[in-house]
């Protein structure tokens, strides 16, 4: 510890020179780790959030059609079928437009069972008192604490899409696995059907949830055969159909992204060489002074080692600290657009890696130069001058 | 007071040092026998290119011999591997250099702790003994000041309490008034000899000033690897 005032001070040498080399090297980090984050929060969204069972029935000519809310006895008769939730994005926002998130009108009975996984962990107490209300709603728990809100709480939502703009009481706080899903609000559908005249007997989208994924494909072409020729057509997509594309995609980012990160890495480790290089051989004469003092050459070793790890641990942390920044800003600024990106995070194992990454293109890229700087003789060193 | 009844703390015989370019053999050194008795304070004078540095640096063990016996503060340098010379160093020798070599990113205070740090010593301990090199050579306001905010003949001084901290028996100073202007240089070896007459160091000095060599006690010549007669100086 008493040689940590040397190695900084060595290292802040040239200034300019090491704050270049920090700022690639925090740039650099913070590239693979924001990368490589992306990809593995792709990688849990696409992994965690399909329920094979469930898919949504929709209108054909888009998402802004609805669909009478008749269709859904049809949809219940099929064998198939356990339960069929009317759901109606409603688009609302609490206070200011800013204050963006999720919020759906859905079937107050039937959603406990279609989205058994992403409305989960209310007492069955609380699932009574919801369906009790009708104007109670349910909020996940990142919006409730985003917030600060109870359950009691009333909660005024102004509408956008529709004319409404409904007080609602929180019956209850539910949990989900992703972020994303934890970012929504509840209400009665009956609430927007009865205080919104065009929306009598209509529906977005009907969410089915069957016995087993293997009857999808089956059900879904039945489902849109029997629509196809009445004004109203269906479209049945499965959550599974959209993620499946989405997988797909992702396997060409992820090795586009782990070619970014290796060029970076590589690069950086060039870049960081020829750095350490100039730096040592400044001070050729001066190493050789230390050793002539009875500094031993791997004493010299572990000193200019520990600059350069010194370095690239700054580095890293910087880069990293930037990277969990952007990330949250991201999920906080962007994440309403994109719903993937409120699961944005650096993930503990994402951080060991690009932390050890750095490390260890420290480590090389340090060693050779150092033990070139060591290997000299002192005599040599002193005559360098 | 007559120092030559001690036992040597150099102690060369048939020494030699050749240097190899490619194949071809340059010889440097020749057959060199030499005893500096403790306490001494020895100039090492000569033409250029004669061998000084290079006889300097065998004795101080930065440097190995081709041939020949090298025993120095009561250790054979030819026994020792490389680890053990510089804890060796650290222990019995310390350099003062032409161009005083302090290390520009240290303070004066940090420059003559360098020593210390390699000792078992104790952050108070080096203090105080880095304080006490520094008072020796009148420089206890300075211990802030880097070598840049320095004068030459400051920098020496500080150089001298970086090589006298450890407390070693051996000083070898190389051209240590070289780069000096003469007030200063005047002044740099009256501290040595203050070091050599006071606190009992051994020391040798390479100059080919002739004045600066009469600083010492006596004087070596050494002429094309080859030693000349001791001549004891007469003050
Ligand atoms: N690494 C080396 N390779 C080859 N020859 C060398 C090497 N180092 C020194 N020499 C030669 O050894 C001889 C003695 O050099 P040295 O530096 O000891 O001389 P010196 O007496 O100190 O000279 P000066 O007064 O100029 O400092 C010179 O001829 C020099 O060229
Ligand atoms: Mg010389």
Same mark, same amino acid.
């Given at each position: 510890?008493?040689f940590?005032n040397?190695?900084f001070?060595?290292?802040?040498r040239?200034?300019?020179r090491?704050?270049?080399?920090l700022g690639?090297?925090?740039?650099?980090?913070f590239?693979?780790?924001?990368?490589?984050?992306?990809?593995a929060t792709?990688?849990?969204v696409?992994?965690?959030s399909?329920?094979g069972?469930?898919?949504i029935?929709?209108?054909?000519?888009?998402?802004?059609?609805?669909?009478?809310?008749?269709?859904?006895d049809?949809?219940?008769?099929?064998?198939e079928?356990?339960?069929?939730?009317?759901?109606?994005w409603?688009?609302?926002y609490?206070q200011?437009?800013?204050?963006?998130?999720?919020n759906?009108a859905?079937?107050?009975?039937t959603?406990?069972?279609?989205?058994s996984?992403?409305v989960a962990g209310m007492?069955?107490?609380?699932?009574?008192?919801y369906?009790?209300?009708?104007?109670?709603c349910?909020v996940?728990?990142?919006?409730?604490?985003?917030?600060?809100w109870?359950?009691?709480d009333?909660?005024?939502l102004?509408?956008?899409i529709?004319?409404?703009?409904?007080?609602?009481t929180?019956r209850g706080i539910?949990?989900?696995r992703?972020?994303?899903?934890?970012?929504?609000?509840?209400?009665h559908y009956?609430?927007?059907?009865?205080?919104?005249?065009?929306?009598?007997?209509?529906?977005?989208?009907?969410?089915?949830?069957?016995k087993?994924?293997?009857?999808?494909?089956?059900?879904?072409?039945?489902i849109?055969?029997?629509?196809?020729?009445?004004?109203?057509?269906?479209?049945?997509?499965?959550?599974?159909?959209?993620y499946?594309t989405?997988v797909?995609?992702?396997?060409?980012i992820?090795?586009i992204i782990?070619?970014?990160?290796?060029?970076?890495?590589?690069a950086?480790?060039i870049v960081t060489?020829?750095?350490m290089?100039?730096?040592f051989k400044e001070?050729?004469?001066?190493i050789?002074?230390?050793?002539?003092?009875?500094?031993?050459a791997?004493r010299v070793?572990?000193l200019?080692m520990?600059?350069?790890?010194?370095?690239v641990?700054?580095?890293?942390?910087?880069?990293?600290?930037?990277?969990?920044l952007?990330a949250?800003?991201?999920r906080?600024?962007?994440?309403s657009?994109?719903?993937?990106?409120?699961?944005?995070?650096?993930?503990?194992?994402?951080?060991?890696?690009?932390?050890g990454?750095?490390?260890a293109?420290?480590?090389?890229?340090t060693?050779?130069?150092a033990i070139?700087?060591?290997?000299?003789?002192?005599?040599?060193?002193?005559?360098?001058? | 007071?007559?120092?030559?009844f001690?036992?040597?703390i150099?102690h060369i015989?048939?020494?030699?040092?050749?240097? *190899?370019?490619?194949?071809?053999?340059?010889?440097?050194?020749?057959?060199?026998?030499?005893?500096?008795p403790?306490g001494g304070?020895?100039?090492?004078?000569? +033409?250029?290119?004669?061998?000084?540095?290079t006889l300097?640096?065998?004795?101080?063990?930065?440097?190995?011999?081709?041939?020949?016996?090298?025993?120095v503060?009561?250790?054979n340098?030819?026994q020792?591997?490389?680890?053990?010379?510089?804890?060796?160093?650290n222990?019995?020798?310390?350099?003062?250099?032409?161009?005083?070599n302090?290390i +520009?990113?240290?303070n004066a205070?940090?420059?003559?702790?360098l020593?210390l740090l390699?000792? +078992?010593?104790?952050r108070t301990q080096?203090k105080?003994?880095?304080?006490?090199?520094?008072?020796?050579?009148n420089?206890?306001?300075r211990?802030?000041?880097?070598p840049?905010?320095?004068?030459?003949?400051q920098?020496?001084?500080v150089?001298i309490?970086?090589a006298?901290?450890?407390?070693?028996?051996?000083?070898?100073?190389?051209?240590?008034?070289?780069?000096?202007d003469?007030k200063?240089?005047?002044?740099?070896?009256?501290m040595?000899?203050?070091l050599?007459?006071? *606190?009992g160091?051994?020391?040798?000095?390479?100059t080919?000033? +002739?004045?600066?060599?009469?600083?010492a006690?006596?004087?070596v010549?050494?002429?094309?690897?080859?030693?000349?007669?001791?001549?004891?100086?007469?003050?």
């Open positions: 510890m008493k940590i040397l190695i001070k060595s290292l802040m040239s200034k300019r090491t704050f270049l080399i690639t090297l925090v740039l650099s980090v590239l693979i780790t924001i990368l490589q984050s992306l990809l792709l990688d849990s696409s992994n965690q399909t329920e069972n469930r898919f029935v929709r209108h054909k000519s888009g998402l802004t059609q609805f669909l009478p809310i008749s269709y859904g049809y949809l219940r008769q099929q064998p079928v356990i339960a069929v939730a009317n759901s109606q409603f688009g609302g609490y200011d437009p800013k204050n963006f998130f999720a759906f859905n079937d107050h009975t959603m406990f069972t279609v989205f996984d992403t007492t069955d107490a609380e699932i009574k008192e369906q009790r209300d009708g104007t109670g349910i996940g728990q990142i919006l409730a604490d985003k917030f600060g109870k359950v009691g009333t909660i005024p102004t509408g956008t529709f004319p409404i703009s409904p007080r609602l929180i539910f949990k989900a992703l972020a994303s899903d934890e970012n929504t609000l509840y209400f009956k609430l927007l059907e009865e205080s919104v005249p065009f929306m009598k007997g209509k529906t977005g989208a009907f969410w089915v949830k069957t087993t994924p293997e009857d999808l494909p089956r059900l879904s072409n039945r849109d055969n029997h629509f196809a020729n009445s004004p109203e057509e269906t479209l049945s997509e499965t959550e599974n159909a959209f499946l989405f797909k995609m992702l396997g060409n992820g090795a782990h070619g970014v990160t290796i060029a970076v890495i590589i950086i480790t060489i020829g750095t290089s100039m730096a001070r050729t004469t001066e050789a002074v230390l050793r002539a003092m009875g500094f031993s791997s070793l572990f200019l520990g600059e350069g790890l010194l370095l641990t700054l580095g890293g942390a910087l880069g990293i600290g930037l990277a969990s952007v949250k800003i991201l906080e600024v962007l994440g657009a994109l719903m993937f990106l409120q699961d944005f995070r650096l993930a503990n194992e994402t951080i060991l890696i690009c932390m990454l750095t490390l293109i420290g480590l090389i890229s060693i050779i130069p070139v700087a060591t290997r000299k003789s002192i005599v040599e060193g002193l005559r360098a001058l | 007071m007559n120092q030559s001690k036992a040597p150099v015989h048939n020494l030699s040092k050749s240097y *190899f370019r490619e194949t071809l053999e340059i010889p440097v050194l020749q057959g060199l026998d030499l005893d500096i403790s304070f020895y100039a090492l004078m000569g +033409p250029s290119g004669s061998g000084k540095t300097l640096n065998l004795i101080a063990g930065i440097d190995r011999p081709s041939g020949g016996v090298l025993e503060c009561g250790s340098l030819n020792l591997d490389d680890d053990e010379l510089a804890s060796w160093r222990q019995n020798v310390g350099f003062i250099f032409q161009n005083y302090l +520009p990113v240290l205070f940090e420059n003559v702790e020593p390699l000792t +078992p010593l104790t080096r105080e003994k880095v304080e006490e090199a520094l008072t020796l050579v420089l206890m306001d211990l802030e000041n880097y840049r905010q320095l004068s030459g003949g920098e020496q001084r150089a309490a970086r006298i901290v450890g407390n070693p028996m051996l000083l070898v100073a190389d051209e240590p008034t070289g780069a000096l003469a200063n240089a005047d002044e740099v070896l009256a040595m000899q203050k050599n007459e006071e *606190f160091k051994t020391i040798l000095v390479v080919h000033d +002739p004045k600066a060599a009469n600083f006690r006596h004087q010549h050494l002429e094309k690897g080859v030693l000349d007669k001791t001549v004891e100086v007469n003050r």
